[in-house]
């Protein structure tokens, strides 16, 4: 597929590209070399090795490159939203037939899964009738995401077919999800359902070698790869590194050659400073927003009034520019990432509560309704999870923010666990930080978030009117028409509820060893992690770490 349109994110790269700290190999830049292996550091646990229950970066960066899928992003195009290419299928992406209702892909009749077995149609449609329709009991992390599906079919052993309910715009982009690992039928009939938590058959790139807890993956070649040619590398291990200082000093001193999910803006200059042209930088907005969710069923924040003026008093672009030096986050935006076409202009977004321009009668309304509410001397907690980008960073700034129309607020920090222990089980909480983090850039998919009663939405609230809304949007298939529906869905969570509020989008820093080559940034960290696309100048591996 063709990439529609540029995005903030593509323009976002292309500055990133042009900030390139590497050194000039025209030469070598162009020719993959074969062998070595790729290092790279991990900060966060693997909960369990199937993708289709899990959606952390610890699982899918020391994971995904044991398994295929069925389409994926455009490898050489990952910042596109609409690039997608296949991975298992033949020829191109199938276009929409029966008026945009059937899919009808053909799979390849050489690919493997790694103990031998053969990859069909009927190991496709197995694996999506696990994520779209799963048994009772058995958990799918995205099984939402394929709501519009109706059948899937495998007619005979290299075809499978996708019957919708009606066109979507999102079809494509959930298919093409890094977390729709595919599994061998025969896998899922003889073990059931969750043997692919702690076992791996995968059709991927790299074979799994070793797990070993708290310190590393490891996994070698997969000599029989479908797509020929690939990979460049011997192997690869997954190095667990929680601290990001430990990461960052294993970068400086070699010991490892990339982190994937991202470094704070002082991390990329402490590395370029001390490596000079050893390192090379890619950035890239990142479809990750910060978000304030308000416990609606807990006082003062059952208020209208107050959810609103606590979103009115936060500066927007003065913590933009402030934020940016020290954290991971950047883009001002509503709830669609930012730069596509289905996203608020700039004007748009000014009409919202808090992304008005004049900072001072923002924070003047604020008051006003905080007086009206019979709150003019609030004070809150914010419930916060215990990790410092962005967390901790932007919730210690959203204090601040609203110290300035009289408001009180402390952090209530937990770890991890406790801190969606809280937002999901307990419920004890009045407001909190939370995020959504999302892989393709897929806005009505991705907007679900902020749909009462969704999984992931913990603001404890109910609105007829957006669930109206969110139904017309999955079964409009025009895209000017998907628009202005999304921006009376966007000024109704924004704006007239305040259901819950954006604080800045997330920026993504990439720094890396400059002898890593072939990787491209992508606008999630998710996406672009088969590692078959990498190799290693070894030629300037060697002047930089010796050897």
Known sequence: MKMLWRSAATTALALGVAAIFGPASPATAETPQYGDELRLVVGSKIPSYDAHIESTFGMIHPIRPFYSLLIRVNPDNPSSPTDFVCDVCEGDVPKATDGGTKYTFKIRKDVKFHDGTPLTAHDVKATFDKIAFPP???????????????????????????????????????????????????????????WHQKNINGSGAFRFVEHVPGSHVKGVKNENYHHKGMPYLDGFTAISAPKMSVRLQAIRGGQADIEFRGFPPKARDDLVKALGDAITVQESDWNCVLIVTPNHKVKPMDDVRVRKALSLAIDREGGSKYL??????????????????????????????????????????AKRLLKEAGHENLKITLHNRGVDQPYKVVGTWLIDQWKKIGVQADQWVQPTTPFYATLRKQKDFTISLDFNCQSIVNPIADISKFLPGAGNNYAEFQDEQLLKWYDELLAEGDEAKQRAIIRKYEKRVLDELASQFITLWWYKINPHRSYVKGWKIAPSHYLNQALDNIWIDQAEKKRQLGG
């Open 136 to 194: 009772e009991g058995i958990a799918s992390n995205r099984q939402a995401y394929f709501k519009t599906v109706e059948s899937i079919s495998a007619p005979d052993d290299y075809t499978v077919v996708f019957k919708l309910k009606n066109p979507s715009g999102t079809f494509l982009p959930s298919v093409a999800m890094p977390y729709n690992f595919l599994y061998a039928k025969k896998d899922l009939d003889a073990h059931g359902y969750t």
């Open 324 to 365: 940016s030096r020290i954290a991971i986050v950047k883009t001002v935006g509503g709830v669609v990432f930012p730069g596509h076409p289905l996203a608020a202009t700039e004007a748009e977004l000014s009409q919202l509560a808090g992304y008005g321009k004049d900072v001072e009668a923002n924070r003047a309304e």
